[in-house]
């Protein structure tokens, strides 16, 4: 089955940091950009970072900018979001999804995105 499974998250401190992985499974990330979305009860799904198949051109939402760093490794199979200086607002489920090629590069529209992670909850709160 092809899939993207999620580590990480949980409760932090507000300032404190936080990695989120997401692991390609039955498939390559090599040919695939990764972006992270997120989405807080009661909002829609908000794509925070994005990232090319090459890892190397990044981009992020003016919310994380400075914060968030988004990579990815090839060789493990496996694209991570590090959040630093975590705020409150920053609570929320996050989703990370697939973009073959990157035909869909930096695009916040949900539809555009092959597969996704099942979610992983982060609290921020002292």
């Known amino acids: 089955q092809l899939q993207l499974v999620q580590s990480g998250g949980g409760l932090v401190q507000p300032g404190g940091s936080l990695r989120l992985s997401c692991a390609g499974s039955?498939?390559?990330?090599?040919?695939?950009?990764i972006a992270w979305f997120r989405q807080a009860p009661g909002k829609e799904r908000e794509g925070i970072s994005f990232?090319?198949?090459?890892?190397?051109?990044?981009k992020y939402a003016d919310s994380v900018k400075g914060r968030f760093t988004i990579s990815k490794d090839d060789a493990k199979n496996t694209a991570y979001l590090q959040m630093n200086s975590v705020k409150p607002e920053d609570t929320a489920v996050y989703y990370c999804?697939?973009?073959?090629?990157?035909?869909?590069?930096?695009?916040?529209?949900?539809?555009?995105?092959?597969?996704w992670g099942q979610g992983t909850q982060v609290a921020v709160s002292s």
């Open positions: 039955g498939f390559s990330l090599a040919n695939y950009g």
């Open positions: 999804a697939s973009d073959l090629f990157d035909r869909s590069w930096g695009t916040t529209d949900t539809s555009q995105y092959l597969y």
């Open positions: 990232i090319k198949s090459d890892g190397i051109r990044t």
